[in-house]
């Protein structure tokens, strides 16, 4: 392994150990849940500062590929959790593919009139009621996606946490309104996690995450659901195939 | 308009006006460019404190929601890029059929050994040399890519500055080199803007952003580039439609 950082490089240090760490990664050198060496051992291998050697650590903690361990140690994260963005977007079944064994907790359903943005987006009207369903999605036990889902009151009377708790929203659409979803919209950007978002999540303020917005379309093409989700993105990567 | 927080709500008094501001906007209410009321201005009207009103204002600064202007006020920014994923990802294409004048500055281009993680991505030998080109990508002016491209030697000997400066990179590789970029994989994750690229996308640090890694295949299937992006969240979006 090259050891020597370039210090004449337009690439700041920190930015060449960040990636020297990165690659022992990647190449499979160190595993998950590896002890990496301490801040002592790296400044002393590369010859550089302790500054330099906390802001490429800190970098590859907010990125979700680090963990600290307070009073142990900085350690290997698992692998990221891949979502395909081909094919309909559904959590459950893909990480139950996947043997992730995913869960949902309900946090709050509640009947509210539309806000102006939700009802545009569903094309209803601001009068109109909407279910709010927020809800937290479960990885291995970690907490990954808190999703809030808008769905109009005339669509599915009579929603409920008891429902919920026995069928996936689409299935109980299907099952129980007769709305079958066929297609669904979907914009996101990068965003930094907020205090209220945090808490549900178990991850620090200020960390990167994912504002996904999901509008579904049943086979007529009437919106049926609007869904906002923040994705944590120290825990989740998303890929696609482009032709 | 509701002046009204709700301080029993489990939504802290924050976020409740983050959503009041962030309706104005997407309603339409308030228009680009236009000024936000004062921090004593919002604080008055919701009777709350200066401290809620500030960490409402950083969150929609941060998620490109709003500007400021040191000495002027707080600002409602342009509406972000939007970009799909759906169909080949060319950013000068897109950006030019919105009429949005992109263009690109050639940061650096270098001959170098295959680093393992990007000879594993190119399916080349780590022993192979590829060309590192960076790039940065304006569109209205405004830098919003950070562009790292990979790209094989064997495949495009004496690939240079000036080529490059005539041609976009896939005209050049199919003109010159005969290959014909037919696919790409792509993976995303959010992450944090670092110092380092901070200066080139003119944007402070700890901003989020779009890490987009991509792998393009001639029409046999060989990988002839891998592209490393940072894309500027508080100035992009992305989009796709699922079946």
């Not at 963990?67 to 959590?91: A, C, H």
């Amino acid at each position: 392994m090259d050891k020597i950082l370039d210090s004449s490089s337009i690439l700041p240090l920190y930015h060449q150990l960040q990636e020297i760490l990165r690659e022992n990664i990647e190449s499979g050198i160190w595993k998950p849940s590896d002890i990496i060496p301490s801040e002592n051992q790296l400044m002393q291998e590369y010859n550089i500062s302790r500054n330099t050697v906390k802001k490429a650590i800190e970098n590859l903690v907010q990125d979700g590929i680090l963990y600290r361990v307070q009073g142990k140690g900085t350690f290997v994260s698992r692998p990221k959790f891949e979502q395909s963005l081909i094919g309909f977007y559904s959590f459950s079944k893909v990480m139950k593919e996947r043997g992730l064994s995913p869960m949902d907790v309900i946090e709050n359903i509640e009947k509210k009139k539309a806000k102006p943005r939700i009802a545009k987006q569903l094309k209803i009207n601001e009068e109109d009621y909407v279910f709010e369903l927020k809800r937290i999605r479960y990885a291995q036990g970690e907490p990954v996606i808190f999703e809030t889902s808008y769905i109009p009151e005339k669509y599915c009377p009579r929603l409920s946490h008891e429902k919920l708790e026995r069928n996936s929203l689409y299935d109980l659409m299907q099952k129980e309104y007769g709305i079958f979803v066929t297609k669904a919209k979907e914009t996101f950007e990068p965003i930094l996690i907020k205090s209220y978002e945090s808490r549900f999540l178990e991850v620090e303020e200020g960390f990167p995450a994912l504002a996904l917005d999901r509008i579904a379309f049943d086979a007529y093409e009437v919106p049926v659901e609007f869904c906002h989700s923040i994705v944590r993105g120290d825990r989740c990567r998303f890929y696609t195939e482009l032709l």
